[in-house]
């Protein structure tokens, strides 16, 4: 299993880092759709991707490069064969959110702009520590946009205000919240405390399944 280090950054318009990243030498690799179907349970992810790709993502810690805050998680990623067809429709059962990305590579690392529909655009650098610091200072990206949250609980946070149908499965409460950043001294401070479940979202959850409250008759 491999651990994932990555940036995410929420923006108004790709336009503006897509041209930065173009004058910094950066290519664009790829420009696709993809459908994600995922699972939550305490902070661990499950997303099947298109029903061709199975990923487990476990809890996140925040690492520091010099005071700037980077998401790690491990990761670990199975191609579904033509007899994995069970696994694609228990699947279909669940959220979903709908990626559309353009994956570039700059100075030797992944940096992806992804509109998730329904939830932002965003920017996404995936790479060695001290790169993704290296690269969000060329592309000027402000560490006050940085969203620490999986477009899976981004997606899910949204399923649930638009009040579509929650699974009876879906039992355990969602964190809306990724682990905080913490003030750092020193180049590099790994936290390992997850943060406590966030309850509320339980509540809303169960207050979907059982309907509107009835008005009290005075």
């Avoid at 305490?42 to 997303?47: F, K, Q, S």
């Avoid at 699974?167 to 943060?195: C, E, N, Q, R, V």
Wanted: charged share 30%; glycine share 6%; proline share 7%.
């Amino acid at each position: 299993m491999s651990n994932e280090l990555e940036q995410k950054y929420r923006v108004r318009m790709h336009v503006p880092y897509q041209d930065r990243i173009k004058e910094h030498g950066g290519k664009l690799i790829s420009e696709k759709d993809t459908t994600n179907y995922f699972l939550i349970v305490n902070g661990n992810l499950l997303r099947n991707r298109d029903g061709k790709e199975l990923t487990f993502k476990g809890n996140p810690i925040t690492v520091y490069q010099n005071g700037v805050p980077v998401k790690s998680r491990p990761e670990d990623n199975i191609a579904l064969d033509a007899g994995a067809e069970g696994i694609r429709e228990f699947f279909k059962q669940l959220p979903y959110y709908v990626t559309h990305r353009k994956k570039f590579e700059l100075d030797g690392i992944e940096v992806d702009l992804d509109k998730v529909c329904n939830v932002g655009r965003f920017v996404e650098i995936e790479g060695p520590l001290e790169r993704i610091v290296e690269v969000q200072k060329k592309l000027s990206l402000k560490t006050e946009n940085l969203e620490t949250r999986s477009y899976a609980e981004l997606a899910w946070q949204k399923w649930l205000m638009d009040g579509k149908p929650v699974p009876t499965f879906y039992d355990y409460p969602l964190p809306l919240k990724a682990p905080g950043m913490f003030a750092a001294s020193g180049p590099i401070i790994i936290h390992k405390t997850a943060p406590a479940p966030d309850t509320s979202t339980y509540r809303h959850t169960k207050q979907l399944e059982a309907g509107p409250k009835q008005p009290v008759k005075q």
